[in-house]
């Protein structure tokens, strides 16, 4: 799918649309998302900031997605884990960037051809419009070839 066409629908998909969520960018080679999130009453928690499942929300499906489009059908790729840090209370406008590079590619692809399973975990800051920190997530993504069978035991690598 064109990286315009899944831009513009995941801007229409509910969990983003009815949170405020807006992906602002989807680079046509799937390497690169910018998520924006701005303050509106329907996304504030009870103190007035940014609701923390929103937050999380921004950036969960992005890392699977970009990593899905590289290693292609001969592997299946979800997501595995997720946590969250807050760091400051969120106010105003947040942004979130994913950048896929080649030596995560190639970590996932070795360890998919030499175990069952690659693990990987990527890590991503929402940040507010002076870019202080508001918020450090990191998502774990799966990774194995459709010809191999899943087992529980592996080697998690951080990135």
Do not use: C
């Amino acid at each position: 799918m064109k990286a315009s066409r899944l831009r513009r629908g995941m801007n229409l998909w509910p969990p983003f649309l009815f949170a405020g969520i807006r992906v602002v960018e989807l680079s046509d080679d799937y390497r690169h998302a910018r998520v924006r999130m701005r303050m509106h009453w329907w996304n504030r928690n009870y103190v007035g900031t940014h609701f923390g499942g929103s937050l999380f929300a921004m950036t969960d499906p992005f890392w699977m997605l970009l990593v899905l489009h590289h290693l292609g059908r001969e592997h299946l790729v979800w997501d595995r884990a997720g946590e969250i840090e807050f760091v400051k209370p969120g106010r105003g406008t947040v942004h979130a960037e994913f950048h896929l590079t080649d030596e995560h590619l190639d970590e996932l692809r070795s360890q998919a051809a030499t175990s069952t399973k690659a693990l990987l975990w990527f890590s991503t800051d929402v940040v507010d419009s002076s870019g202080d920190v508001v918020a450090r997530t990191r998502k774990q993504v799966y990774a194995r070839r459709k010809n191999r069978k899943s087992v529980d035991d592996g080697v998690a690598e951080t990135v």
